[in-house]
């Protein structure tokens, strides 16, 4: 099994900043990229960022450009996701997810999401 794992989400103000973390777990595996989405309440699940290994290319969905930063580690399968001058609109759960072919364009695998709060 392969397990992806969120951790670093709580409660912060608007303008402040969390560090998001997401670490896999059992069966070793090999991802051709990695990205971090979002749900927010009732709305549906969108993009926020994905770094692509080869080539560190990073990809970032246009409401965060400029505040947010991904990053991470391609032998451990480790991602995070630096959050800077959060807004209200920020908030929601936040999902890691690996794309582990690069001839398809899906993520096989989601981790069970954490909760960002962010307060006016």
């Known amino acids: 099994q392969v397990q992806l794992v969120e951790s670093g989400g709580g409660l912060v103000q608007a303008g402040g900043s969390l560090r998001l973390s997401c670490a896999a777990s059992?069966?070793?595996?090999?991802?051709?990229?990695m990205g971090w989405f979002r749900q927010a309440p009732g709305k549906e699940r969108e993009f926020v960022a994905r770094i692509r290994w080869s080539g560190g290319i990073l990809s970032y969905a246009d409401s965060v450009k400029g505040r947010f930063t991904i990053s991470g580690d391609n032998a451990k399968n480790v991602v995070f996701l630096q959050m800077n001058s959060l807004k209200p609109e920020d908030t929601a759960v936040y999902y890691c997810?690996?794309?582990?072919?690069?001839?398809?364009?899906?993520?096989?695998?989601w981790g069970q999401g954490t909760q960002v709060t962010v307060s006016s």
């Open positions: 059992g069966r070793t595996f090999s991802s051709y990229a």
């Open positions: 997810a690996a794309q582990t072919s690069s001839r398809s364009p899906t993520y096989g695998y």
